[in-house]
T-cell receptor, first 110, second 110 residues
Framework: RKEVEQDPGPFNVPEGATVAFNCTYS??????FFWYRQDCRKEPKLLMS???SGNEDGRFTAQLNRASQYISLLIRDSKLSDSATYLC???????????FGTGTRLKVLA | SQTIHQWPATLVQPVGSPLSLECTVE??????LYWYRQAAGRGLQLLFY??????ISSEVPQNLSASRPQDRQFILSSKKLLLSDSGFYLC?????????FGPGTRLTVT
């Protein structure tokens, strides 16, 4: 089993739609969770950290489910500018390393 | 505020030539620093990380090496490039458990 797994997509959704991505992780001792956004040929940029109680930033909501070992990202009212690859990141316990998923590609269609 | 610089932005090198990529961080001291590589259409692969001057941890055995001669400087090197070294090289640092990336160097080995 991969340490961090994501559905590669692509998810093709119309503008205004709500879309959700999940990411599963294998190490139950992981404590830090993040979602990054990566545009084509650009560096990944931190979208949001994921807190135990869940957190929201505008149209974006992140949730953590420790029992099932997954995190989720919900995007409401999708915009064309949301088209990107979304990377799930989890810390590797006991190390200074972070494990990246291979990303989920989102295309928002006009 | 903290910023991270990488150069050059793009590089085309012949097989067998040497490589030196530099990353510097401003606005912080004693950061944890990371080198990643992203092959075309693939996820991020951790190459090296450093928790201090002269301290390098290698994640993948290959023909690359890293050095940290100064607190905020991280260098990725190779004596002889291979075709498989082509990719997008990203430097990153950590602030409050969140990882931030430089703009990256796109390397093409011909």
């Amino acid at each position: 089993r991969k340490e961090v797994e994501q559905d590669p997509g692509p998810f093709n959704v119309p503008e205004g739609a709500t879309v959700a991505f999940n990411c599963t992780y294998s190490n139950s001792a992981s404590q830090s969770f993040f979602w990054y956004r990566q545009d084509c040929r650009k560096e990944p940029k931190l979208l949001m950290s994921v807190y135990s109680s869940g957190n929201e930033d505008g149209r974006f909501t992140a949730q953590l489910n420790r029992a099932s070992q997954y995190i989720s990202l919900l995007i409401r009212d999708s915009k064309l500018s949301d088209s990107a690859t979304y990377l799930c990141v989890v810390n590797s316990p006991g190390t200074y390393k972070y494990i990246f998923g291979t990303g989920t590609r989102l295309k928002v269609l006009a | 505020s903290q910023t991270i610089h990488q150069w050059p932005a793009t590089l085309v090198q012949p097989v067998g030539s040497p490589l030196s990529l530099e990353c510097t961080v401003e606005g912080t001291s004693n950061p944890n620093l990371y080198w990643y590589r992203q092959a075309a259409g693939r996820g991020l692969q951790l190459l090296f990380y450093s928790v201090g001057i002269g301290q390098i941890s290698s994640e993948v055995p290959q023909n690359l090496s890293a050095s940290r001669p100064q607190d905020r400087q991280f260098i990725l090197s190779s004596k002889k490039l291979l075709l498989s070294d082509s990719g997008f090289y990203l430097c990153a640092w950590i602030s409050s458990y969140e990882q931030y990336f430089g703009p990256g160097t796109r390397l093409t080995v011909t």
